[in-house]
T-cell receptor, first 110, second 122 residues
Framework: QSVLTQPPSVSAAPRQKVTIACSGS????????VSWYQQIPGKAPQLLIY???KRPSGIPDRFSASKSGTSATLGITGLQPVDEANYYC???????????FGGGTKLTVL | QMQLVQSGAEVKTFGASVKVSCKAS????????IHWVRQAPGQGPEWMGW????????NYAQKFQGWVTMTRDTSTNTAYMQLSRLMPEDTAVYYC???????????????WGQGTRITVAS
């Protein structure tokens, strides 16, 4: 059981937009920065978003994110087949004194 | 180009220990904390702790206190994670990951090693 809650799966057609939600509490998302990672099966995670909504260099602006209260959302526009992957949210949890992650959301591009 | 290269896969027996290495290149090793994260099959990542390569200071997740040890060798720019008293449920891919900001933990990871698969046989 992950501390952060994500939907197990989402799907959308190519060129469409999809959002992935991540729900937590005041101990984690509510008072700390959120980051998002993309993981292609068999590969290491890759940082997509940090500090709630900042993109590292090299990450396309098709990826965006926001935070409100104890929830965060990752958005991907102009879906491409290469976007098929698992997506994880992560943040610091001050009650656990630990980084916590969501259980992951599998994105299928139909 | 910065890179983290980890040691190879290992198979261990119940109760054994394992030590995974993570060699950094392409940046100043002592400037960025190294975190260790593991991922069991079909599960999300699980954070284990960090090491400050500059001072050797560590911070372990509560779950791993007493059975994980993180060290570093600044002469070879290598971080190590040792896990003792292995059980089958420790079977996972273990990753090292670089902190995204210099000189302090901000708890996001901008570069990851390729992962080391540890299998614990019962």
């Amino acid at each position: 059981q992950s501390v952060l809650t994500q939907p197990p799966s989402v799907s959308a057609a190519p060129r469409q937009k999809v959002t992935i939600a991540c729900s937590g509490s005041r101990f984690n998302i509510g008072n700390n920065y959120v980051s998002w990672y993309q993981q292609i099966p068999g590969k290491a995670p890759q940082l997509l978003i940090y500090d709630n909504n900042k993109r590292p260099s090299g990450i396309p602006d098709r990826f965006s994110a926001s935070k409100s209260g104890t929830s965060a959302t990752l958005g991907i526009t102009g879906l491409q087949p290469v976007d098929e992957a698992n997506y994880y949210c992560g943040t610091w949890d001050s009650s656990l004194s630990s980084v916590v992650f969501g259980g992951g959301t599998k994105l299928t591009v139909l | 180009q910065m890179q983290l290269v980890q040691s190879g896969a290992e198979v261990k027996t119940f109760g054994a220990s394992v030590k995974v290495s993570c060699k950094a290149s392409g940046y100043l090793f002592t400037e960025f904390y190294i975190h260790w994260v593991r991922q069991a099959p079909g599960q999300g990542p699980e954070w284990m702790g960090w090491i400050n390569p500059n001072t050797g200071g560590t911070n372990y997740a509560q779950k791993f206190q007493g059975w994980v040890t993180m060290t570093r060798d600044t002469s070879t720019n290598t971080a190590y994670m040792q896990l003792s008293r292995l059980m089958p449920e420790d079977t996972a891919v273990y990753y090292c990951a670089r902190e995204g900001i210099a000189r302090r933990p901000d708890y996001y990871f901008d570069s990851w090693g390729q992962g080391t698969r540890i299998t614990v046989a019962s």
